[in-house]
């Protein structure tokens, strides 16, 4: 799936809040024992594995990407009820349905496509975007909240406007 320009000159992109906070980037990573050497033997990452911090990971997911979707609606000028379908990050069911009842908003909103190909990384968003499209979830036109989190750690959410 590839985004571009509107062709008629609208801007369907009415925000991206995207933001970091690397004091807590321990708590999901690869460790790498070189990391502050430019160059890392190739052997050095055979026995480096991705470390999770789930509880750590879950509190995090679950409070702050709640704050980004609601800094990025009122950034927009949008109000929570008018938002037609969340694509969130599919990291987990607990932190989807968490979110949706922080955000006091139906679970039926939220896209949730986990059970088919569990957690994609980075692909998630996307992949549950052109589903959600295909599938007739995602209307012409809609409004829509993507949003994500990860490594580092990292945060993110697009308000768009869907006119496929």
């Not at 470390?51 to 009122?74: H, Q, R």
Request: with cysteine.
């Amino acid at each position: 799936m590839v985004l571009t320009r509107s062709e008629d000159g609208q801007d369907d992109i009415l925000h991206i809040d995207i933001e970091a906070d690397g004091s807590k980037g321990a708590e999901l990573k690869i460790p790498l024992i070189g990391k502050n050497c430019p160059l890392v033997e190739p052997n050095t990452l055979q026995s480096q594995h991705v470390f999770m911090n789930g509880k750590e990971i879950y509190k995090f997911a679950v409070n702050t990407v709640p704050e980004s979707i609601k800094k990025a609606l009122d950034e927009s000028n949008t109000k929570l009820e008018d938002v037609d379908c969340f694509i969130l990050h599919q990291a987990n069911v607990r932190i989807i349905e968490s979110i949706a009842d922080k955000l006091n908003v139906s679970k039926d909103k939220f896209y949730v496509n986990l059970h088919k190909y569990g957690n994609t990384s980075a692909a998630s968003i996307a992949i549950a975007l052109l589903e959600a499209i295909q599938d007739g979830t995602v209307k012409n036109p809609s409004l829509l909240v993507l949003s994500g989190f990860g490594a580092g750690l990292t945060w993110g959410t697009a308000v768009i406007k869907w006119r496929g």
